[in-house]
């Protein structure tokens, strides 16, 4: 009995521990949610550290006040997204957070930011489509642009300059890659292009063989859209089945960590074009001062990656926010949600501004794989396209028609 | 035995309070005034969580400490009374969601999953040792995968979001007190039929099945049966702990039913101890609280290497888990009293 009364008063004491959620006032909590474990930890942390190239931007303050970064972490599946999420704002208390990293994340935090109304979200790299596009959230901000509007450029550059008439795609299956072959195949389709096949794999597929059997003889190119070892994985295995097709890339297909591969993979990857929010050989000053910044964070890459780049603009929006609110959300955020909607500026890849649905209206970058001086390879601009918004330039009730984005819509066989 | 009849005629009252416990009395007496001084956060994010994940440890501890059947399945029970409160209820991915009733929903989810549990356990029985262990890991990964890519019934890696507890009486049991006392109900419900259960004949058959099959066989027992009843048995408490994880999330994916969540069953499972129900829940604080606060002790880079040497330590100084380091404890502590002064 005396046994089971401590276990009992132990168990007790340990459940009440205080929440030690008190901010001072001159400090300001931002919570900063992405993926620091699982399948997405490198990207992750590449986020935290465009995250930090803000915040070091204004040293550590704002409005007077000391910035105090609040980690979650997710392991990019939607649920622990939702508890990480949690934590940061019911125990630490954050009225500020800046996340999350992929696709179904944003969608689930999107739904819980709508429980919160008093805490103010903005987005880290999420890009699915109907995280603002259909039922978005009053206190959710995306001035990162999503997968499809990434894609602007590239389904007509394939049609018209490279003269691809009929391309398969490759890509992953979740809402991610579905935005961007949505936003390749609108243009792309509507060109007069045929998508004969689609293949949708599982995230950390290890054997492809069974897709690259699927992929028909006479198609002209081949659209991947995966991302990491998946990438990796599917482009060895596709050479060494004997596929010859070009590829074209999706935004995080052609990304610094596969191009920084080994092997007889750097053939294959030469000449892909591809599109996304960054390019690294964007000569703009901007971008220039942005990658040295960069390149202060530790452990950073040697050129900073799309994550990097949009946790950046999202955390560089939330301070000039925060900035021009005198660093103030004891009114539940309600300034500072609206100093967010009108704030226009200028990043490191151009100016950003936000539509009615609190999605980045921004430039996007054609690039083209070619190897730099040095013998990495490099993707080269190609071409700019300007100031992109949600719906690719389609009047919005025409766009809306297209349907939701799914493995199925678009499809033009 | 005989003295224990004896006394409940001298005076019931005493023998009442002997009956469940002191230890007992004063631990539900705790967790029942413990919403007075938690925060919400506390309330569902560390004692809900834990009282779930407790609950779906306990219908572990219950097959391998009574059965020795160590099972890697039962987050994947869990995942199919959750899916099908998805499914049967109402959900706002639309896909499926037949919108019934929670009354129908939660009894047909239950039995869902114990049925499927006990189909789990019969195929696994024919096993021992680390073959049960394999068996059912194989049909926790092939779930896994099949959610992940079944867009017709699992609706793929999105799965299944807006899903609602229910509302009635006045009260919406996801509110932060009423779901705590709902996840506290399951847990002493579930705690108190197991502990209930071990006592019984069939918890005894159990208990000799585990130690000797063989001659439990040559007396005559259907051991098949038994250990399937104890699987069927185990499937309703994770089916139970399912349906509240799905009302606590809101969601669900097959990232909920993954092979590393099928894991930290086992984990808070082993850390706990497997000799006591207590076990598991003791187990799954500990385990929740270092999941949800290693990230604000060692920064976002680490925290994970903090936990696994939390859990190596443990493990390594109590192979019985927590409970074990107590058991090692408790003689110390009695004879304290015996003691003399230095």
Known sequence: ?413 | MSLATAAEGAAPQQNWLDKIGAGHVILAVALLLYPLVASDFFLTQIAGYSMIFGVLSLSLMLLAGYGGMLSLAQITVAGIAAYAVAILGSNNSNVLGFGWPWWIVVPFAVAAAAVSSALIGWISVRTEGIYTLMITLAIATATFYFAQQNYAIFNGHSGYAGIHAPVFWGINWRDPKPFYYLCLGLAMLSYAAVLYGSRSTFGMTMQAIRDNPRRMRALGYHVTAHKVFAWFLAGILAGLAGVLLVWFNGRVSPGTIGVDVAIDILIIAVIGGLRHPIGPFVGAIVVILMQTFAIDIVGAERFNTLIGLVFLVIVFVSPDGILGLWGRIKPHLAQESLRAGP
């Open chain 1, 1 to 413: 009995m005396h046994r089971r009364t401590l276990l009992a008063l132990a168990l007790f004491t340990g459940l009440t521990a205080p929440s030690m959620a008190l901010a001072a006032d001159d400090t300001i909590k931002i919570g900063l949610l992405a993926t620091f474990e699982g399948p997405f930890t490198v990207l992750g942390e590449d986020g935290e550290r465009g995250a930090m190239t803000a915040v070091a931007e204004t040293n550590g303050t704002v409005a007077g006040k000391k910035i105090e970064i609040v980690k979650g972490s997710s392991d990019a599946s939607p649920d622990s997204a939702v508890r990480a999420a949690r934590k940061l704002v019911e125990q630490d208390g954050v009225k500020v957070l800046v996340g999350p990293l992929s696709g179904d994340e944003g969608l689930a935090v999107k739904d819980y930011a709508k429980t919160k109304p008093d805490v103010t979200f903005i987005n880290g790299t999420s890009a699915a489509q109907d995280t603002t596009l259909r039922n978005p959230a009053e206190n959710f901000f995306r001035f990162s642009t999503d997968g499809a509007q990434w894609m602007a450029g590239l389904g007509t550059y394939a049609f018209k300059d490279k003269g691809y008439k009929k391309v398969a795609t490759v890509a992953e299956d979740y809402s991610f890659p579905y935005t961007q072959v949505f936003g390749f195949m609108a243009e792309f389709c509507k060109a007069g292009g045929h998508v004969p096949s689609k293949s949708w794999v599982p995230i950390g597929n290890k054997d492809f063989s069974s897709v690259i059997a699927a992929i028909p003889e006479d198609v002209d190119a081949i659209y991947v859209a995966l991302g990491g070892a998946d990438a990796v994985n599917f482009l060895t295995q596709y050479q060494q089945a004997g596929g010859t097709a070009p590829l074209i890339g999706g935004s995080i297909t052609v990304d610094q960590t596969v191009l920084t591969s080994k092997g007889k993979l750097r053939d294959v990857l030469k000449g892909t074009p591809s599109a996304g929010p960054t390019a690294d050989t964007n000569d703009a000053p901007a971008w220039k001062s942005f990658v040295a910044a960069y390149a202060k964070q530790p452990g950073a890459f040697p050129s900073p990656s799309l994550f990097a780049h949009g946790y950046y603009v999202n955390m560089k929006a939330t301070l000039l926010a925060l900035d021009q609110v005198g660093g103030d959300v004891s009114d539940g955020g309600k300034k500072l949600r609206e100093a967010l909607s009108k704030l226009s500026f200028d990043t490191p890849t151009g100016k950003v501004s936000l539509d009615k649905n609190r999605n980045a209206v921004a430039d996007i970058f054609l690039t083209e794989v070619t190897e730099g001086s040095d013998g990495n390879l490099l993707n080269k601009l190609v071409k700019v396209v300007p100031q992109v918004n949600q719906t690719l330039g389609i009047p919005e009730d025409e766009f809306m028609k297209l349907g939701a984005v799914n493995r199925d819509n678009p499809s033009c066989p």
